[in-house]
Every structure is written in C-alpha cells, then in structure tokens.
C-alpha cells in the first residue's frame, strides 16, 4: 500500500489517505517520490474550482523520485536512477498532437498525473489517476523524464515539471530569444520560472506584479526590470512596447491594461486558469495593433526533456520552500495570498 495525502470533497482540507498503485507492466518504472511541487493547479482542482474534479483526489504533478523497479521492457531507466514526473501519465499515442510530440492536445485527451483519465487499470482507483502527494508511483516509460542536475539541487528541480515547462514551452514557441521584449504577468510559481527562462534565453524581461515586496526579488531572478501594475503611470510607461507577454496570473483581471503594453502584432498569452472568467477585453485594444490573445498547456514530454536539459546547462531550478506534508492545508491558505517563495516543495520523507 502506498501512504499519500487526498482530498475527500472540495470543502475538506486534505487528509492521510491510502492507495494501491497498479502491478508493474513491462513498459512501467516505479518511482519512490522524494519531492513533489505544489502547483497552483493542485488547488483549484482539490476544491473543484475548475468542476471536474474526480474524489478522491491526490494531487501533485511536479515529481521528482527515485527508480525503485523497472518493468522487463523498459530500456532508458534502471533502478537507482533519479527521475521526473509532470503533468501527464500518459495519452492516445496516434492521434495528429500526440505524433507531433504534442501529447497535450492529444484529441481523445491526455492521461493527467492525477484527475485521470486512467488509461490503464491503476489499482484501486477506480479509473482515476493520483499524483505526487504521495510515497511512490508507477508510470509508462515514455512519460518519464531525466534529471540532468546534481543530487544536491533536486527539491528545487521538482517545480520545473509543471511550472518549469509551462513557460518555456510558449516562450519557445513564441520565439523568444535575443532582442525580444518580454513582459512576465504574476511573480508566483509559473511566474518566477518565466523570469529565469526568458532571461536564460537572452529577452529583455520585464516583470508585472500586485505586490510591491516582490519587486526586489524580480530583479535577481533575473527581470531587468519590475513594474508594479497597480501604479496606473508605471504601465502608461510601458504601452507598446513589449513582443511578448506571458500572463500566469490565477484570478480573474482587466487583460486590457496589459494588451495595451504589445506593440504592432505582439502577442499575449495565458496559462494561468482562473476558476473564474477574466472580465471581457477590449477588441479595439486588440485591432488597433493587430495584437493577439493567446493561450498555452503545459508542453509535450519531448519538450519537457528540453526545458529539464536547457535549465540543466543554465544552472536554474526553482526557488523554493520545503514543506512537511502535514502541512499541505496552510500551504494552499499562503497561495492564495500569494504568499510563497517561490514554490512550495514537499518533502516526501516527511509523509
Ligand atoms: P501562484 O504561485 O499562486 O502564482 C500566481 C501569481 O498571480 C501570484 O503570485 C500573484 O503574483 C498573481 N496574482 C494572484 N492573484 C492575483 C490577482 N487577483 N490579481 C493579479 N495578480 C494576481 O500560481 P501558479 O502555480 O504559478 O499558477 C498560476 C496559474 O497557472 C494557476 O491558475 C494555475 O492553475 C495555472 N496553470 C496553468 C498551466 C497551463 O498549462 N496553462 C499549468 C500550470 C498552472 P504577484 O504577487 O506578482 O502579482
Ligand atoms: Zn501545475
């Protein structure tokens, strides 16, 4: 049996809960989890925000562990290995996105690390899929990752599984790099990813927070200049002047103040997934510089492997603070008050 953390019913703090991972295939690695990031995702889902909720729920899908056992044909990992799961199990494997490497627009959807679908008979879940709040967890070959960064640094590798992927994969399609100007939306987790990528990727970074006491830290994670978005003059200064945005933020706001901010055919793009709507933006913001909305998904598992090799070779992981597992409940009370730095962090041992 494997001890994890669940939440029973969106009105209930998560509690101890145990489950039964599935016998290992010969396509499976079965990984003892040493650390799982705490996604701002993992929340909306504990509390039903985004109503689609399957209970119980074990969230987590930022994980980092360690190869316990590999099934008879799995060839890239072997015991021992040190390993990363993030926010896919699995997927169709035929359809056009999953041949592209694009798993999460595969067209009969993905297999989330946790809220299922489970694709595969996955013990005692009944057809549910759990995550990283918990001791072990046994996942297909080819939605495993590698871990290029030194022992030492693990912890803080966790996050890049979701929070990680998740901005480099449209900063990278959007084709940032050098001589890009590129405004980060929201100093939190995904946020303060955005920052160090952008940066390592050579853009000029500007970051857009609510909160005046974070502005020091934008600048050495590596903005190279902070905007504070409530200060109606501070964003007058910066009207039309951005290639690209990359809006995290998790409430609903005015997209409005920050579309003004792309020049002629700019783009803005979300991830953050607020459980409610934004309020409707302006389509003469957007046609007056053919400007465009967009939005982005995680990204594919060859991707993830790119970003996880790229943060590698640019010495990045994510800030963080380690947690107790017991202390999961007040941890999602600080989030959303936007109170952590920079990500939250659970060290399993402690479950
Ligand atoms: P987080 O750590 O809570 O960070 C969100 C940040 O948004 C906060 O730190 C805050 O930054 C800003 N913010 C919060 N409330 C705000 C408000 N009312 N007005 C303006 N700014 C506000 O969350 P996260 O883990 O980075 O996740 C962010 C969002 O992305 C969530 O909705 C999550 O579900 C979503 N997500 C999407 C994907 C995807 O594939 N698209 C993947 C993972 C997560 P400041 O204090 O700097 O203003
Ligand atoms: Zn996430």
């Known amino acids: 049996m494997t001890q994890a953390y669940a939440a029973l019913a969106a009105d209930r703090p998560l509690a101890p809960f145990t489950l039964s991972r599935r016998a290992l295939r010969e396509d499976d690695v079965h990984i003892d989890i040493l650390y799982c990031g705490v996604c701002h995702s993992d929340l909306h889902t504990a509390r039903n925000e985004w109503r689609n909720t399957l209970y119980p729920c074990v969230p987590g899908h930022e994980i980092v562990g360690r190869v316990r056992s590999v099934g008879a044909a799995v060839q890239a990992f072997k015991a021992?290995?040190?390993?990363?799961?993030g926010c896919m199990v699995d997927s169709c494997g035929h359809c056009p996105a999953c041949a592209e490497g694009e798993e999460q627009y595969c067209a009969e959807t993905f297999s989330g690390t946790y809220n299922g679908p489970a694709r595969r008979e996955e013990g005692n879940t009944g057809g549910n899929t759990y995550g990283g709040y918990a001791q072990d967890i046994?996942?297909?070959?080819?939605?495993?990752?590698?871990?290029?960064?030194p022992e030492n640094q693990l912890a803080a590798v966790a996050p890049l599984l979701c929070a990680?992927?998740?901005?480099?994969?449209?900063?990278?399609?959007?084709?940032v790099g050098p001589g890009s100007k590129v405004g980060i939306v929201g100093l939190g987790g995904l946020g303060h990813m955005g920052v160090k990528i952008a940066r390592a990727m050579g853009a000029t970074v500007t970051l857009f927070t609510t909160s005046p006491s974070k502005a020091a830290d934008g600048l050495r994670l590596g903005a190279h200049e902070v905007c504070l978005s409530t200060d109606r003059e501070q964003m007058k200064a910066h009207a039309g002047s951005l290639d690209f945005i990359l809006n995290t933020v998790a409430a609903p706001h005015?997209?409005?103040?920050?579309?003004?901010?792309?020049?002629?055919?700019?783009?803005?793009?979300?991830?953050?997934?607020?459980?409610?709507?934004?309020?409707?933006?302006?389509?003469?913001?957007?046609?007056?510089?053919?400007?465009?909305?967009?939005?982005?998904?995680?990204?594919?598992?060859?991707e993830t492997q790119d970003m996880l090799d790229f943060c590698a070779r640019h010495d990045i992981v994510s800030d963080i603070e380690m947690i107790a597992m017991r202390d999961i409940n007040t941890a999602y009370e600080r989030m959303l008050k936007s109170d952590v730095k920079y990500r939250f962090v659970i060290d399993m041992a402690t479950l």
């Not at 003004?260 to 957007?286: C, F, N, Q, Y």
């Open 138 to 149: 046994v996942v297909k070959e080819s939605f495993v990752l590698r871990i290029g960064h």
């Open 254 to 302: 005015k997209l409005d103040a920050y579309l003004r901010l792309l020049k002629r055919d700019g783009t803005m793009t979300l991830v953050g997934i607020p459980a409610e709507p934004h309020p409707a933006w302006s389509i003469g913001t957007l046609i007056t510089g053919r400007r465009q909305l967009a939005g982005s998904l995680i990204g594919g598992i060859r």
């Open 80 to 85: 021992g290995d040190v390993v990363g799961v």
């Open 164 to 175: 990680g992927i998740t901005t480099y994969s449209p900063l990278h399609h959007w084709g």
